[in-house]
């Protein structure tokens, strides 16, 4: 009942997330799917607790009041990034310090999925471009760099922002994300393991790339792949997935990595056993707090995005 009245309040919010899915962010459907078989795996370890309890209602609070503004004002980016919080705020009233470690994992594997890496794009692309650049020159092909732009005699081949690889790197932070929950147990691996597929994503992007400087640069411009290259790119990018498969599994045996379902001493110090219904609902109404405030401004006026 109270998971049924959290998603009515945050309704707008949570169908704002496929909205930006739909925008070249189909990543974002596996994300939450796996992220809700994370909280489906998780509902045994959750457990009554008072600690937490006064902080983390007093936190749910005012992140529910910064939704309201950030709803208010029609900023979608805040309303998702401040939901995230919220429940992380509200699993500590609710579930104490256990709660906030489970639940803060489980939505940062979610903000894979919130609009918010473009702010990437200018770096992926200033990289591409300043890599790509040295190759022709390492190479000796007659050719002249202008910002993000190769000139030769034939034509001119522009490394824009589409070309900076995000898809790609989305992809392969996803998948290295969703192998170190799956397989991994400690942070450094898992944070290890999304490293090295955030970096085999960002070369497969510039050997993409550099591939299609070599094609329009021998086929002076004529070759189809100049005008489509979606396929090629993506063929690419699954070849150094699978070098990702294999370095992992290297790693994991050189390292000795802690896997999944290995011994590990969990503790059980801050809990009080089984949760009452009444440990939930007062921070799921306090947690309301914000969309019920806006429900009531919109009885009396128009509250219009700002």
């Not at 824009?160 to 790197?169: H, P, T």
Request: charged share 10%; proline share 3%; net charge neutral.
């Amino acid at each position: 009942l109270c998971a049924l009245l959290m998603i009515v309040g945050f309704g707008p919010t949570i169908i704002s997330f496929p909205e930006a899915w739909n925008e070249d962010r189909t990543h974002g459907y596996a994300v939450a799917a796996f992220c809700v078989w994370m909280l489906w795996r998780a509902r045994g370890e959750l457990q009554g607790s008072d600690q937490l309890r006064l902080p983390g209602a007093l936190t749910a609070f005012g992140l529910s009041l910064g939704w309201l503004l950030a709803h208010v004002a029609g900023i979608r980016v805040g309303e998702q990034l401040l939901l995230l919080l919220l429940i992380i705020a509200w699993a500590g009233a609710s579930f104490g310090s256990a709660g906030v470690r489970r639940f803060a994992t489980i939505c940062s594997v979610f903000l894979l999925a919130v609009p918010v890496w473009e702010v990437l794009l200018g770096v992926l692309q200033f990289l591409t471009v300043t890599v790509n650049s040295a190759a022709v020159r390492a190479l000796g092909i007659p050719a002249k760099v202008s910002g993000n732009q190769i000139h030769f005699s034939s034509g001119i081949v522009e490394i824009a922002q589409s070309c900076a690889g995000l898809s790609y790197f989305m992809s392969a932070l996803t998948i290295g994300v969703v192998y170190g929950q799956l397989f991994l147990r400690t942070w450094r691996t898992r944070l290890e393991v999304a490293g090295i597929a955030v970096v085999l994503a960002i070369v497969s992007n510039w050997i993409r790339v550099f591939g299609l400087v070599l094609v329009g640069y021998y086929s002076k411009m004529q070759s189809p792949l100049m005008r489509e290259h979606a396929t090629y790119g993506w063929v690419i990018f699954a070849i150094v997935m699978v070098v990702f498969f294999v370095l992992v599994a290297w790693r994991e045996r050189s390292a000795q990595w802690q896997v999944a379902g290995s011994s590990m001493p969990v503790s059980r110090d801050d809990t009080n056993g089984n949760v009452d219904w009444r440990d939930v609902c007062m921070p799921t109404a306090i947690a309301l707090a914000g969309p019920v405030l806006f429900w009531c401004l919109t009885l009396v006026s128009e509250v219009a995005p700002a």
